[in-house]
């Protein structure tokens, strides 16, 4: 089955520098690749996904990157906020969704 | 467009006693997941529904939990008995199909073992 590792699993950064959290997955099948924000005590939320025909995808200070031969993709946010502060999590999906152990990101102001 | 529905929100019982929960998925998603989210870790998948079918059920530990999905709507999942270790927030989530495209969740359902 499909297993997804997360890096790294907590991450400080100051605001209005940028933060990357890396994920690598082990089914060469799996075709899509979610990344979703859960602030404490709520339900995650998607903020980004990329599909295997895609290298990168950017939405506004959100990007995310796929490298298919590694088998690894990442997640940039740039020029961080406070509200950025969270738990994130990448998953991969070929006929089930499989989620990544969480980096919980702290944004310093 | 109505979200996920899951209850109870919350629920404390007794380790041996029995627990249901409930989940409504969007309306028209034909893939419906029940995940167990333990504190500080990410949702692990316990079975995912494509219509009324089983997907994938390989996590689930099956000798005291169960799941339906009747009529490829609704589904209920089921401890019997409880362990302190099954203490976690279960999130339903539901997806258009198991392909390509978003999965939803609801908020989930706090259960306490005690």
């Known amino acids: 089955g499909e297993n997804v590792e997360q890096h790294p699993s907590t991450l400080s950064v100051q605001e209005g520098d940028s933060a990357v959290i890396k994920c690598t997955y082990s089914?060469?099948?799996?075709?899509?690749f979610p990344w979703y924000k859960q602030e404490l005590g709520k339900r995650p939320q998607l903020i980004i996904d990329i599909r295997s025909n895609v290298g990168e995808k950017k939405d506004q200070r959100i990007a995310v990157t796929l490298n298919k031969t590694a088998k690894h993709f990442s997640l940039h946010i740039t020029e961080t906020q406070p509200e950025d502060s969270a738990v994130y999590f990448c998953a991969a999906r070929n006929e089930k969704l499989t989620f990544g152990t969480g980096t919980r990101l702290t944004i310093i102001p | 467009e109505a979200g996920v529905a899951q209850s109870p929100r919350y629920k404390i019982i007794e380790k041996r006693q029995s627990v249901a929960f409930w989940c409504n998925p969007i309306?028209?998603?034909?893939?419906l997941y029940w995940y167990q989210q333990i504190l500080g870790q990410g949702p692990k998948l316990l079975i995912q529904f494509q219509n009324n079918g089983v997907v994938d059920d390989s996590q689930l530990p099956k000798d005291r939990f169960s799941a339906e999905r009747l009529k490829g709507v609704d589904s209920t999942l089921k401890i019997q008995p409880a362990k302190l270790e099954d203490s976690a927030v279960y999130l339903c989530a539901s997806s258009l199909w198991s392909g390509t495209t978003e999965a939803f969740f609801g908020q989930g359902t706090r259960l306490t073992v005690v």
């Open positions: 309306s028209g998603h034909a893939t």
């Open positions: 089914d060469s099948a799996s075709n899509y």
